[in-house]
């Protein structure tokens, strides 16, 4: 009997590393392409003006429209080569060729898939606070928590949230959506981050007072996080974010500029028709 259960116990230990070794393999895989991507991003962020005069109006490199991109190409690339130098230590260039054809993508496409939808998706369409909160609330979720369950419910979240998107501004129906408050659309992103948060505290209620800690945390730091990025990069870099909505216009533009902006003196200049031009093609 207790070598049936020391031969059991093996076997699940064997397959355990079996999954280790294909999950390095699809990290090293996936590292690579999360740093093309990213620099992708990084070169098209350097073809904006980070300085000079365009149209009449000068400007420095810290109003630039393309220090949020470079920002984000970055940090992606940075996430990208963490993983790739980690997954290399593993032996996990081998191990993908390997395992190749055993490997479930599963993963890969999720991760990818994410960063995606956040990028073309999310910030696109709408409020960049709403959009960073609800994108790090799934992604930290997918990998800190992970639990399978609480995987499955993030996923359906996620994945209706951005089939809901396709659909309102894919067709059209955002402009009449938005047409009695312009903001209106962002709505879906609120009910979406009330929904994960929700079903997360209600899922670790059901486990134990570490996963409820771990639950705290990841919605804080999803919550803080675009809080402090939003105001340093719109404020004090003075760089438009990609979508302000419902947050960043309504409340933090309100209160920065009602309460917090020191009083400046305005300069009026009149701008020909090709000064205007050249600014709307530059930003």
């Not at 690579?32 to 990213?38: G, Q």
């Not at 990998?143 to 809901?164: F, M, P």
């Amino acid at each position: 009997m207790s070598s049936q259960n020391e031969l059991s116990e093996h076997e699940e230990q064997d397959k355990e590393t079996l999954e280790q070794q294909q999950m390095h393999g699809w990290d090293f895989a996936f590292s690579l392409v999360v740093m093309v991507f990213a620099l992708i991003v990084v070169a098209n962020s350097l073809t904006m003006p980070f300085s000079g005069t365009v149209g009449g109006v000068t400007t420095e490199w810290y109003e630039s429209p393309g220090l949020l991109p470079l920002f984000i190409g970055c940090s992606l690339f940075a996430a990208g080569l963490s993983v790739f130098l980690k997954s290399k230590a593993e032996q996990g260039k081998a191990l993908l060729a390997k395992h190749y054809k055993n490997i479930n993508p599963t993963g890969f496409l999720i991760s990818g898939g994410g960063i995606i939808t956040y990028i073309y998706v999310l910030i696109t369409w709408y409020d960049f606070f709403l959009a960073s909160a609800v994108f790090l609330i799934f992604y930290i979720g997918l990998y800190y928590l992970d639990t399978e369950n609480i995987t499955k419910q993030l996923l359906k979240i996620y994945s209706t949230t951005i089939v809901i998107s396709l659909m309102l501004f894919g067709s059209g129906a955002s402009e009449y959506v938005n047409t009695a408050y312009p903001y209106t659309t962002d709505v879906v992103l609120v009910i979406s981050a009330i929904v994960m948060s929700g079903y997360l505290f209600h899922a670790a209620k059901q486990q134990t007072a570490d996963m409820t800690a771990k639950v705290r945390r990841l919605l804080i730091i999803s919550i803080v996080f675009p809080a402090v990025l939003c105001p340093i990069f719109r404020y004090f870099l003075l760089v438009p974010l990609p979508n302000e909505g419902l947050i960043v216009e309504q409340v933090f533009n309100q209160t920065y500029y009602t309460y917090l902006a020191p009083p400046k003196q305005t300069e009026a200049m009149q701008l020909s028709d090709e000064d205007m031009q050249a600014l709307e093609d530059a930003f």
